[in-house]
């Protein structure tokens, strides 16, 4: 893909409409593969997005060491144990599992909670590498990919990055503050290169594919705590498997995810607010954007929710 100009976004994606005769397998299948020891919250929080997202059906995989935590935290969302011979994290029989229930799904996030194991990260590689799925990678998802991400050139199906300036940071061999002085061309960089879909987060998350830039208005401070990015990736994900791009699905998932944080401080103050805060107030979010008839803009949105 050329650099040439990008397309500056500045309207919202419709919500795909919903027929009457619909079932839940019209909305996606979601499959997050997570976790390991300590971190089994993350998946939780992923699959969860997924969910608030509007995906028809969502499964989360965890080593089998650490299924029961699925078992006993969830009640809508399945779970499946990955194998994990070598203790409760994610290798190479965990990839192969993966692989071999493809068939049955719609979308894979992958990432969340996995750790850094040597065996982990050739797992993750592996799967970008082979998974047949539009996938979503955030986390240790894209920490496996720091000096590899040659492995996304080529993939079977469109890849979906949400790294932080830390993680971009990791993935081109650059600074931070580099990055962060020049974000919208590290994003859209990154995507050329590797024919990806790009979120860099923070303030003013920067969304793009190459060929068309958005940059986020909605979220806040509150917000940087642990388990935003899981619930934001499984939002992503959950999009995805309705039916929008992935550009379309990832612009629409950081910009409600955004605003549920916004709506959730507002009522909770930004100190305290957890991820959990912000998944309980995304319906509302996407409640308002179901009556829209035309492609909003993401500034109307926002002052309609908040009464000005």
Not at 24 to 49: H, I, N, Y
Not at 185 to 190: G, I, L, S, Y
Not at 262 to 284: H, Q
Request: charge should be neutral.
């Amino acid at each position: 893909m050329s650099q040439g100009e990008a397309q500056e976004v500045e309207r919202l994606p419709l919500l795909p409409s919903r027929a009457p005769d619909a079932h839940k397998g019209d909305f996606g299948r979601v499959l997050v593969v997570a976790g390991s020891p300590g971190m089994t919250g993350a998946g939780c929080l992923a699959a969860l997005g997924a969910q608030r997202a509007g995906a028809g059906l969502v499964t989360l995989a965890l080593p089998a060491g650490l299924h029961l935590v699925a078992e006993v935290k969830l009640t809508s969302v399945m779970s499946r144990p990955l194998p994990d011979p070598d203790g409760p994290v994610v290798g190479g029989q965990a990839a192969d599992r993966v692989l071999q229930w493809a068939s049955e799904f719609t979308v894979v996030v992958l990432g969340p909670g996995l750790g850094r194991r040597p065996a982990t990260a050739d797992a993750v590689r592996r799967l970008v590498g082979e998974l047949p799925l539009p996938t979503v990678l955030d986390a240790d998802g894209l920490n496996a990919l720091a000096g590899a991400t040659d492995v996304l050139q080529g993939a079977p199906a469109p890849r979906l990055l949400t790294p932080h300036p830390g993680e971009m940071s990791r993935l081109v061999g650059r600074g931070v503050a580099d990055i962060q002085a020049g974000r919208v061309q590290a994003a859209r960089e990154f995507a050329v290169r590797h024919g990806v879909v790009v979120a860099l987060k923070g303030a003013g998350t920067v969304v793009t594919d190459g060929r068309c830039v958005y940059v986020n208005p909605t979220g806040n401070p509150g917000m940087a705590t642990g388990g935003t990015g899981d619930v934001l990736t499984g939002m992503a994900a959950g999009l995805l498997g309705q039916g929008l791009s992935p550009f379309q699905a990832m612009q629409l998932a950081v910009f409600t995810h955004g605003l549920a944080g916004d709506v959730a401080a507002a009522r909770r103050g930004r100190l305290s607010l957890t991820a959990e805060d912000v998944l309980e107030t995304v319906p509302e979010v996407f409640r308002l954007l179901e009556s829209y008839a035309e492609p909003p803009l993401p500034g109307a949105v926002a002052a309609r929710l908040s009464g000005g």
